[in-house]
């Protein structure tokens, strides 16, 4: 006889564009493989387009294809796809799981700068799943607050973490500029992560021995990016601040192995993923303080000012200066990247919750 975890039909809804260098997209995947290993296949249902928004094409059709599920199918999906698309759902009664990475409202800029009718739409999808899978605790305060989640739906899986090779962070190197250290951003190019910030940052920065490159899906807002290589060219930017755009996972990788500080600046975050990546291969943090990240976040991490971009510069070149310091953040950063736990033991159990059994 079949468990109840293995009877009840889920179907994976995503997007062919959901960008795959984002924080959201690993979790998604990581999620997915726990599914299969616990449970075996399950369906998908990917809509060939998802941002900004799903055309009305496809919305029509993903209606009819809801039909055709058993009526004891889970829909599980990111949250961005039921805020988007609140008429496809409320024509149905299938029981739909969210995943819930962070608020498009603190996407926008926060409750006082979003589109009240994203607000209300957000609220909409939240309350029509019946369980919502959240990556910190900071995400489950911020549904109980806003929208009056009950804590019985919601259930907390922090992001895990692949091996990883310990990289060079504070070291001297045999090859590069001598004396040059190298700084690293990922993330989307997309208003939240305040690369306009960032550039205020660099330009308060030692004009030499540095290096920062920012690796993230430029397409998002292309309008935003022109914008802020503009911003850098007019600094005197250009030859230290590189928009790598997408890298694979091996380009990124090397660029990991060679980077001395991973700087972040975001509005908000969820939990923070790649500062997780970070402490995994032992490379320090400044960041500011930004939702989640404050909460978890310990050793090798210096929390910035948020609104004070000569006071951020300071404490990035009170690194620079200062090797033995560095050095020091590097080995706070690879033991606490220790601590952090694996994928396996994040999605542990995780299927039998998806269909309500666990």
Known sequence: MSSPSTAVPIVF????????????????????????????????ITLATGFPTVPPVERASLADRLKTLPSDTVIL????????????????????????HHSLVEEQGGQGNADPALRQREKQAVLRASRILVPSTETARYLHQHYGVAEN???????GNRPAIRGTAGKDRQNGAAGQRNFLSVGAVISRKRYDYCLDVAAYLPKEGWRWKIVGDPARDPALLR???????????TDRV??????????LEMLWQETDLYIAASRYEGYGMAIAEAFRRGVPVVTTASGAVSTW??????EAPAENAAAMALDIATLLEHPARLQDQAERAWAFGRTLPTWEETFEGVADWVVGDG
């Not at 690993?26 to 726990?34: I, P, R």
């Not at 914008?227 to 930017?237: F, I, N, P, V």
């Open 77 to 100: 999906t990111d949250h961005i796809f039921l805020a988007d698309l609140p008429d496809v759902f409320a024509t149905t009664e299938i029981s739909v799981v969210a995943i819930f």
């Open 153 to 159: 739906r919601i259930r907390i899986a922090v992001p």
């Open 297 to 302: 976040a310990s050793g090798g991490i210096t």
């Open 13 to 44: 809804l995503t997007s062919a564009d959901y960008a795959r260098l984002t924080g959201g997209y690993v979790y998604n995947a990581q999620l997915l493989t726990a599914l299969e290993r616990q449970r075996g296949r399950f369906g998908e």
């Open 227 to 237: 914008a802020l290589q503009e911003r850098a060219e007019a600094l005197g930017l």
């Open 242 to 251: 590189t928009f790598c755009g997408d890298l694979s996972d091996e380009a």
